[in-house]
T-cell receptor, first 114, second 115 residues
Framework: DAGVIQSPRHEVTEMGQEVTLRCKPISGHDYLFWYRQTMMRGLELLIYFNNNVPIDDSGMPEDRFSAKMPNASFSTLKIQPSEPRDSAVYFC????????????FGDGTRLSIL | AQSVTQLDSHVSVSEGTPVLLRCNYSSSYSPSLFWYVQHPNKGLQLLLKYTSAATLVKGINGFEAEFKKSETSFHLTKPSAHMSDAAEYFCVVSPGAGNNRKLIWGLGTSLAVNP
């Protein structure tokens, strides 16, 4: 089975540019999560979806961040405009029935904002 | 409040010796508990999970963990470390109630395995 697929694996861009991260969850999973990982703050949950509907976006740091899930097989996390402090590794994960079942992670997108 | 504490930020062992990574949790409900591993530049991979069945849980790559409710602990062990075990390990608790159960992640333990 294909796992969670994220693209791009690496992104380097200049401050002020729009950044779009993409995620394809495992087929059949009904939960999708976006995380951010930094040395300073560890792993932070940004937002999660259930059946394509955003359930909790309380972890989204600012209005510059937005996430969508137009269908069960695709989600995006967008940062506009980007800032150097957004540099981090962003992970997407998916699961069945959140909490009871483990989350399956993609390999992440390493984002560097110059 | 729910929380998880990984007691060691760094652990160093020699190849072939036992591994112990410690985790304590706090939860008002019957939790589900997980250990994840992260190798450099990779995503997080599930090692094992506890969901109120047997208290001794066996995972992949020879790892196991024991749920001890009286001690609120879920320590990860392996009898003999291998060089490939060098990675970051995360203890995670799912508090286990309500419709908005956020996973609570420990800050991680970095495991170094010396030849």
């Amino acid at each position: 089975d294909a796992g969670v697929i994220q693209s791009p694996r690496h992104e380097v861009t200049e401050m002020g540019q729009e950044v779009t991260l993409r995620c394809k969850p495992i087929s059949g999973h009904d939960y999708l999560f976006w995380y951010r990982q930094t040395m300073m703050r560890g792993l932070e949950l940004l937002i999660y979806f259930n059946n394509n509907v955003p359930i909790d976006d309380s972890g989204m740091p600012e209005d510059r961040f937005s996430a969508k899930m137009p269908n069960a097989s695709f989600s995006t996390l967008k940062i506009q405009p980007s800032e150097p402090r957004d540099s981090a590794v962003y992970f997407c994960a998916s699961s069945f029935r959140r909490g009871e079942q483990p989350q399956h992670f993609g390999d992440g997108t390493r984002l560097s904002i110059l | 409040a729910q929380s998880v504490t990984q007691l060691d930020s760094h652990v160093s062992v020699s190849e072939g010796t036992p591994v112990l990574l410690r985790c304590n949790y706090s939860s008002s409900y019957s939790p589900s508990l997980f250990w994840y591993v992260q190798h450099p530049n990779k995503g997080l991979q599930l090692l094992l999970k506890y969901t109120s069945a047997a208290t001794l849980v066996k995972g992949i790559n020879g790892f196991e963990a024991e749920f001890k409710k009286s001690e609120t602990s879920f320590h990860l062990t392996k009898p003999s470390a291998h060089m490939s075990d060098a990675a970051e390990y995360f203890c995670v608790v799912s508090p286990g109630a309500g419709n908005n159960r956020k996973l609570i992640w420990g800050l991680g333990t970095s495991l170094a395995v010396n030849p």
